[in-house]
């Protein structure tokens, strides 16, 4: 008989083949498991393409450091996020992500220390139950007057004595908080408790520009997903077809792969190409016309493909203009990322980029280059 060890519990011999089943990214691979992710389709299809799916474990843990980096560069005691794509970077956590955005009830607070609490809607604690990179999960963040009324000032009140309380504990006398966006009265109910506060976009972008080896391994395994619905798209891309009818195709495949939204609907066919962000509407697209759009696209991971496409309909010949057109725009694409290189400047980049021909350069896009990442992220040149 065994002997119980004086440093353990239980000398019991674990069955490599009872413990919890893994999916290649760490999370658990149970069918009723909360929490979203790609599903069996996609992975099959990284797996063909000889794509790493990322470590989740190793990837939040590199994006709390990133925060904490940058909350102890700029000195602040701690960062408050209601952007839910910033509560998604410190905590990976999700719930009903588009519709907080315009009602914001979810928020979360990271110390320079790294303590981690968020906030999130009534009765959903168990949606990040998952993650013990959440230190504590609480209600009541939102203030706001479609939940709040009249008493909008009285919750902002409330809301901001539990941060304070939080400063106090973690903040080793620091007052100075960084806030990435608040309702006024959240704002003001802050300051009047003597709270320094200061722009956390700072933080955040800052903190998400770079990446790390796993938020790469995400970004092209989110990539890959969105160019096989891409691929569906231009397979079933035929005259008689509504503009609307081929960018169902598009959210179809990204749900089917486990990806969550898509930012907005820009995709157009024939003069509805130009000027450019007209969005996509039922116009029947014709044989010989062109068909653009751009995905905005938010994946597998929350992680955005930000890609655009030009094709033409039909198996006819593209016309003169077309054919130049598009020669002036694959011209520029390329050699401005030939130009680019580790170490570069974005006044240097700029400086040196091949720009739009003058006689396109009324219709000229808003940027040459943006960073990526849970969505179109700093820098903007």
Same mark, same amino acid.
């Given at each position: 008989m065994d002997t119980i060890s004086a440093y353990t519990t239980s000398n019991r011999k674990i069955d490599p083949s009872r413990r919890p089943r893994s999916k290649p990214d760490g999370s658990?691979?149970? +069918? +009723? $498991?909360?929490?979203?992710?790609?599903?069996?389709l996609a992975f099959e299809a990284w797996a063909k393409a000889g794509l790493e799916a990322p470590n989740l474990e190793a990837m939040r843990q590199y994006r709390l450091q990133r925060i904490v980096g940058e909350l102890r560069k700029h000195d602040y005691a701690g960062l408050l996020c209601f952007d839910p794509l910033n509560i998604r970077y410190v905590t990976d956590t999700t719930n009903m992500q !588009?519709?907080?955005?315009? +009602?914001?009830?979810?928020?979360?607070?990271?110390?320079?220390?790294?303590?981690?609490?968020l906030w999130d809607y009534a009765n959903c604690e168990h949606l990040s139950a998952h993650l013990p990179i959440v230190r504590e999960v609480r209600t009541g963040?939102?203030?706001?007057?479609?939940?709040?009324?009249? $008493?909008?000032?009285?919750?902002? #009140?409330?809301? #901001?004595?539990?941060?304070?309380?939080? !400063?106090?504990?973690?903040?080793g006398g620091n007052r100075r908080l960084a806030i990435d966006r608040i309702e006024p009265e959240g704002l003001l109910a802050l300051r009047s408790l003597g709270i320094e506060t200061f722009q956390?976009?700072?933080? =955040?972008?800052?903190?998400? #520009?770079?990446?790390?080896?796993?938020?790469?391994?995400?970004?092209?395994?989110?990539?890959?997903?969105?160019?096989?619905?891409?691929?569906e798209m231009q397979r079933q891309l035929r005259?008689?077809? =509504?503009?609307?009818? !081929?960018?169902?195709? !598009?959210? #179809?495949?990204?749900? $089917?792969?486990?990806?969550?939204w898509i930012e907005t609907r820009i995709l157009a066919s024939g003069p509805r190409t130009n000027p450019w962000f007209q969005e996509c509407g039922p116009r029947i697209i014709q044989e010989g016309d062109i068909v653009a759009f751009d995905t905005d696209l938010i994946g597998v991971y929350g992680m955005c493909c930000d890609i655009s496409r030009t094709w033409l309909c039909g198996d006819g010949e593209p016309t003169p203009e077309q054919k130049r057109v598009y020669r002036h725009a694959h011209e520029q694409v390329h050699s401005n990322l030939a130009l680019l290189r580790p170490g570069m400047g974005f006044r240097e980049f700029t400086e040196k980029a091949n720009l739009a021909p003058q006689e396109f350069r009324h219709n000229r896009y808003g940027v040459l280059a943006h960073g990526v990442g849970l969505c179109d992220e700093y820098p903007s040149l």
């Open positions: 658990p691979d149970d +069918n +009723n $498991r909360v929490e979203i992710g790609p599903t069996a !588009l519709w907080v955005t315009h +009602n914001p009830s979810r928020a979360c607070f990271v110390s320079a220390d790294g303590y981690v609490v963040a939102s203030f706001f007057y479609f939940v709040s009324g009249d $008493r909008v000032g009285e919750h902002a #009140a409330r809301f #901001a004595g539990e941060i304070d309380d939080l !400063l106090k504990s973690h903040g956390g976009q700072v933080v =955040s972008e800052l903190a998400r #520009a770079i990446k790390g080896p796993d938020d790469i391994k995400a970004l092209k395994c989110a990539v890959h997903s969105c160019e096989i619905a891409m691929h005259a008689g077809m =509504s503009e609307n009818d !081929l960018w169902s195709i !598009l959210h #179809a495949e990204n749900i $089917r792969h486990g990806g969550e």
